[in-house]
């Protein structure tokens, strides 16, 4: 499916430690206004001793960007297998809360528990074998105990897919609804926000 005329080009990033500069200026022109300037818990979380790579911790929002190559076992004979972005949104979310300072390790430890209770995910252009994807993951929509992780799957600097996940926090013990931790609100974006080039 061609990419509807209304969907924005997007200015990707490149995630390596060496391009820490360049990610720290994009993320400085593309945050939402709304939000902080900066995230308060940045030195704690440097502490936990979460990697370095992805993109930068210290400003709010918190956007995670990875890059990965399309493997053999994740197409059938035309493309990837529908159920692979369902995948990688899971991997996204995993990498988001890792290099946010909370891993789902400690998740699992403490709580709370976030369960998946819905998901979404739409197709805009084939995904082939051997395509390199940038995968860009953020916590929006926080309400009293839920939210979204939302994702975008980018090629060559366009949105071939996109997909979210809504997420219930459950107290580990009685199963019930809990309140969405304070961490989990300083880096999440506004409903509203996305990760698109506002140059163009």
Known sequence: MDQPAHMPRIRTVASSAGNRRRIEQYHG??????LADTWPGAVAAAACGAPQL????????????????????????????FTALFRWMDRGL???LWNSGHPFTDLLADGPGIPVVDAHAQFRKR?????????????????????????WFIRHSELVAD????????DRTTR???DAPSWLRELATSDEWRPVDLGQ
């Open 163 to 170: 997909g979210e996940l809504i997420h219930v926090c459950l």
């Open 29 to 34: 022109e593309h945050q939402p206004r709304s």
């Open 54 to 81: 992805g993109s930068v911790r210290t400003m709010a929002p918190y956007i995670h960007t990875h890059r990965f190559r399309i493997a053999m076992s994740e197409v059938d004979v035309a493309q990837i297998h």
């Open 94 to 96: 995993s990498e988001w």
């Open 127 to 151: 995904i082939l074998l051997d395509d390199e994807i940038e995968l860009t993951t953020w916590i929006a929509a926080v309400g009293t105990s839920s939210f979204r992780s939302r994702h």
């Open 176 to 178: 019930t609804a809990s």
